[in-house]
């Protein structure tokens, strides 16, 4: 079918320049007649369409005709105006024809079936009663939990794997999520903890002032810094950056296909992509967490400097009171927090199904899930803390 | 420049400056693609094919040159002229790039209801008669990710026609499609151009589908950065004096150097 001897159609130049649209319905024995003139396009038609199709519903059930004779121009959007008068005609039980249409544009109208385009509206999803609806619900959940704790301890065997066999970790990747993780997240962690250092100073300052206990602001401070606020605040920036990067990333992979690619060349996409990931955030994060430590104990600090308490003093107080324990538990914690976070994000990548809208959802559920579990997690700590007296 | 012409392409040139350096991709580069006609642009990996779309489309700058389409230079256009060019032309992008959020039928009553006055009614029906056309009304309601490639491809030309534009600008719309799918697409092709006028430009370096759909075509050269060769798909089988359009039109590898 050598496509070179068909003759192109000549559409009109300026489309809807041909005439003036207009639609005049002409009651009369033994038919009725819908008188269609000029151009039927997507420039013209809105304003008329309404008109013919209630034309054609307060016509009823008498003969009615569609007098195309005026018509100059009929596009894709024209072929749809008829096709719903005929549409419409049919459903009030009416014989409606259309004539006079030029050859060229009932040869378009004659491709389409009207009556295959009506409503195939699809069925409605069945509704579930709440028992029903609660049900799937703690299914789902209690699948996703297992899920979990069967991907944690394949990491964990992968990690000690890697461990006993170092040469085979990508230390290049490493290294590179190290940088993306730490080093770029500086900016953030040192916004968020000077930021928490001013405001617990000032907070808790104030009202300790009325009893003279200024001074102790700083073990206050070092205290919930070091301890709790420091690896929780730590832990829930790396949960929106780092999580959220991870699911992404590796969601977009497996969209693309990257994942079945990775495992048809017998590599293991836990090995391969999930251990740099978490030994990167298992290196960096502590780190971030001493800093995000120090900065909010020097924003602490230069408040205490308006209450007329030096920073000499206000580190004295906070080393005297903060034991090797308390900053020992801290980053212990962090570490915990960097693997759950760095974990929950990679499942939630490779959990991902389907096209983009499949990778925000991950991106999203990789940031919940982690919070979910980091408070989880911080509360277990607190029970642990307390039982070990530490 | 003939009157018939609905793209006219002058002395383009477009490439990348990158740190100060020049690379070009086309040179000097002119034809023009008649009212109504299958025009395909062929050429090797590499030559420049999908960047002259882009270009013609008005995604990309040309580095030198003119684009003209329908009468309106899309190249000098400011942002919001360039819009309003847009609309005389739909695209339908290698892979369909339907919107994944929203079903087959949404995505092609999204421009209708962007850009048209019609009733809620009138766009539905509007979008379903695109979809009768590429022979997917019952498919109306699913998600693209529940779709095959064909199919994809086939939601993608109804939501480009979905304004009816003039012009329908296709990448490689045969790519990844198996013989029969691909058959039943160019056959889609010519029969919306024959009967809706459509001009279509299509991207392509499939010999079945060229000769199944094209009027005319013009071949791409990587070495050259330019056109080597015009005419009907048969001229250039038959009466192409050149070695690489005689390769590529007789599926025979390049010569081995010795």
């Known amino acids: ?390 | 420049m003939s009157t018939d012409a609905i793209i006219e392409v002058e002395n383009l040139t477009v490439g990348y400056v990158h740190d100060g350096e020049q690379s070009v991709i086309l040179k000097d580069v002119s034809f023009e693609v008649l009212r109504g006609e299958v025009f395909a642009i062929l050429g090797g990996s590499g030559s420049g094919k999908s960047t002259l779309l882009k270009h013609m489309i008005g995604l990309q700058r040309p580095l030198a040159g003119r684009i003209t389409i329908d009468g309106d230079d899309i190249v000098a256009a400011g942002s919001a002229a360039r819009r309003e060019i847009m609309r005389k032309f739909g695209v339908m992008y290698q892979m369909g790039a339907l919107f994944g959020s929203m079903d087959t039928l949404e995505n092609v009553r999204l421009p209708l209801e962007e850009f048209t006055d019609f009733d809620d009614e009138a766009i539905d029906l509007i979008a379903r008669t695109k979809l009768y056309l590429v022979g997917l009304l019952d498919a109306l309601h699913r998600a693209p990710a529940e779709l095959s490639g064909g199919m994809q491809k086939r939601a993608a030309i109804a939501r480009a026609m979905a304004l009816d534009p003039a012009i329908v600008f296709l990448d490689e719309p045969s790519a990844g499609l198996d013989p029969i799918t691909s058959a039943e697409l160019d056959r889609l092709i010519v029969r919306l151009a024959r009967t809706l006028g459509i001009t279509f430009v299509v991207v392509t370096h499939e010999l079945p589908s060229i000769f199944a759909i094209a009027d005319r075509v013009i071949m791409l050269d990587q070495k050259t950065h330019g056109i080597i060769a015009t005419g009907t798909p048969a001229e250039l089988r038959d009466h192409n004096g050149n070695p690489w359009v005689h390769r590529f039109f007789n599926r025979e590898p390049e010569e081995a150097t010795p």
């Open chain 1, 1 to 390: 079918m050598p496509g070179a001897h068909r003759i192109p159609i000549k559409l009109p130049e300026n489309r809807s320049m041909n005439g003036t649209t207009a639609v005049e319905f002409r009651r009369g024995s033994p038919e009725c007649v819908v008188a269609l003139s000029g151009a039927l396009d997507a420039q013209s038609l809105p304003p008329i369409w309404p008109k013919a199709r209630a034309a054609v519903r307060e016509n009823g059930t008498a003969p009615l005709r569609v007098d195309a004779a005026g018509v100059t121009y009929c596009d894709g959007s024209g072929i749809a105006f008829l096709l719903d008068l005929l549409r419409e005609g049919s459903r009030q039980g009416s014989r409606i024809t259309i004539t006079n249409l030029a050859p060229r544009f009932a040869e378009l109208l004659g491709q389409f079936d009207h009556a295959a385009l009506d409503d195939m509206a699809p069925p409605p999803a069945p509704r579930l009663r709440l028992i029903e609806e609660l049900g799937r619900a703690v299914l789902r959940l209690g699948a996703d939990l297992r899920d979990q704790v069967v991907y944690l301890l394949q990491v964990d065997l992968c990690m000690m794997y890697s461990l006993r066999h170092p040469s085979r970790v990508r230390w290049n990747e490493v290294l590179g999520v190290a940088e993306q993780t730490g080093v770029n997240g500086l900016p953030v962690v040192t916004l968020i903890a000077f930021l928490m250092g001013v405001v617990l100073a000032y907070q808790s300052a104030v009202p300790m002032r009325q009893f003279g206990a200024e001074i102790f602001v700083a073990n206050l401070i070092g205290l919930s810094l070091l301890r709790e606020l420091g690896p929780l605040m730590t832990a829930v920036v790396l949960a929106g950056r780092t999580g959220a990067a991870f699911a992404a990333e590796i969601g977009t992979m497996k969209v693309n296909e990257e994942i079945d690619a990775l495992t048809t060349m017998a590599l293991d996409p836990l090995r391969f992509l999930v251990v740099p990931r978490v030994i990167a955030t298992l290196l960096v994060t502590p780190l971030l967490t001493i800093y995000a430590g120090i900065v909010g104990l020097i924003g602490g600090g230069l408040v205490m400097l308006t209450f007329d308490i030096p920073l000499v003093t206000y580190f004295k107080q906070i080393i005297g009171v903060v034991a090797i324990h308390d900053f020992v538990g801290g980053l212990f914690k962090s570490a915990v927090f960097a693997f759950l976070v760095s974990t929950v994000g990679c499942l939630r990548g490779l959990q991902t199904q389907g096209g983009p809208r499949a990778v925000g959802q991950a991106a999203t559920s990789a940031v919940v899930s982690a919070i979910v579990l980091i408070v989880v997690f911080d509360g277990l700590f607190a029970v642990l803390f307390n039982l070990l007296r530490i």
